[in-house]
């Protein structure tokens, strides 16, 4: 089982551009670069921020845009998302919460749940009594481990420029997972920037954005800074002992190769 993660894709209507840049050429740079070296996997995620500011020609931008990509897609609603617009364009969308895009599936020895965190009108995260509900539900009658994907991520990652905007009512998911009898993993995006840690016993990762990162500041409180540090993806490797996930950068000049043997030599040479 292959897994590909991409989030926070802030495409914009045509002619429309996002901090000078166009975000769907960052895409479709991702895109080829997926498709070139993980054409096998099953799945691609996206959690969410997938337009910029909700306008249906951005969705349907980003649909042709994934016309390209050579893995079915799975959509999670961002802050940035509009459901409505969303749903014009991405008409056959799967849920099992009424008015949310949020849905289960299994996904070989795994099962997958895939939240919808929007909470429209807000910057941070939140899950209201029904998506919650539906949540419960699938952790407490889970046999197989979870990979559970969402937008905004419930651990603070020690970022204040993030953390405040984070999903505010984490702490009433926190009994849910722990209760959960099987393995959970939390994947998420929002913040623009990997990381990964462990929260009350619960591993969590978070990706880059595919257009812009946020730096990497540890102390400001406040808005978040954006940069162009390179953009990058993951690839969740779900395995019978547990889940591996590697962090891929993109949109580099990957053609340049040379072996490493270890020799102090051969890196003189390389260098001369």
């Known amino acids: 089982m292959k897994i590909i993660h991409l989030s926070d894709l802030h495409i914009t209507p045509a002619g429309k551009s996002l901090f000078g840049e166009d975000p769907t ?25 997938l337009t910029h500011a909700g306008h249906p020609m951005a969705y349907q931008r980003l649909a ?30 799967p849920s099992e919460v009424a008015g949310f895009v949020q849905h289960a599936e299994v996904l070989g020895d795994y099962e997958a749940l895939y939240l919808d965190t929007l909470q429209d009108g807000y910057t ?17 009658t889970a046999t197989r481990p979870i990979l559970l994907f969402s937008h905004h991520p419930m651990p603070m990652l020690q970022y204040p420029s993030m953390d405040w905007l984070r999903l505010s009512n984490a702490e009433q998911v926190l009994p849910l997972l722990k209760r959960c009898t099987q393995p959970v993993h939390l994947f998420s995006g929002h913040v623009h920037r990997c990381s990964a840690g462990v929260w009350n016993g619960i591993p969590f ?17 406040g808005a978040a800074t954006s940069t162009f540090e390179p953009a990058s993806y993951a690839v969740i490797l779900p395995h019978a002992e547990g889940v591996t996930v590697h962090f891929q950068p993109f949109g580099y000049d990957d053609s340049v190769r040379f072996p490493y043997t270890g020799s102090l030599d051969a890196l003189k040479c390389r260098h001369a």
């Open 124 to 140: 941070d995260g939140y899950l209201c009594e029904q998506r919650l509900m539906w949540l419960e539900q699938k952790l407490a």
């Open 64 to 93: 042709e845009c994934l016309k390209a990509l050579a893995m079915p897609v799975r959509f999670l609603m961002g802050n940035h998302d509009d459901r409505a617009a969303f749903g014009q364009v991405f008409t056959q969308q």
């Open 25 to 49: 050429e960052h895409l479709s740079q991702c895109i080829e670069h997926i498709n070139r070296h993980h054409a096998d996997a099953q799945y691609c995620v996206l959690t969410g921020d």
């Open 205 to 221: 990762f978070t990706v880059n954005g595919t257009n812009h990162q946020h730096e990497l500041d540890l102390t400001t409180p």
